[in-house]
């Protein structure tokens, strides 16, 4: 399985997938960390992604090719993270035929009805759950 994990600004959210999904699986996942800038690239690279790149043009031309994109909901959201995610960006997210697994903080002014509020290791736990659920473990 090739999964893509989507972060910008400082790049904590992504850096925490990752290292979790490294606890959890080890190598048997490839890993593709995609930053909206250098800083959260480089982050998920130091918490074990197998390879990295940056920006706009990255992200575009990877959406496509993995199985699964994580990330928060803000990836699929034009402008988000402080507008470092491009319309464009936001668009090859959403249009992917890869899976996505969303995480929903509200950091980006979106509000999902249903949704328990909880502290983001909780939800990355739930990231954890839905990986091997996917791989039918």
């Known amino acids: 399985m090739r999964i893509a994990v989507i972060d910008g600004q400082g790049g904590g959210i992504g850096k925490a997938i990752v290292e979790k999904v490294r606890q959890c699986f080890g190598g048997e996942i490839e890993i593709i960390a995609l930053g909206t800038n250098s800083l959260a690239t480089s982050l998920m690279l130091k918490a074990g992604a197998n390879e990295g790149a940056t920006g706009e043009n990255a992200i575009v031309y990877n ?23 491009t319309p464009l960006m936001a668009r090859a997210v959403a249009e992917s035929p890869a899976k996505k697994v969303l995480i929903p903080l509200n950091r980006c002014n979106i509000m999902i009805a249903g949704v328990e509020n909880k502290p983001l290791p909780h939800y990355i736990d739930d990231v954890i759950e839905i990986l091997k659920s996917q791989r039918g473990e």
């Open 63 to 85: 959406a496509s090719k993995v199985d699964m994109i994580l990330g928060s909901i803000g990836i699929i959201c034009a402008n988000s993270l402080l507008g470092e995610l």
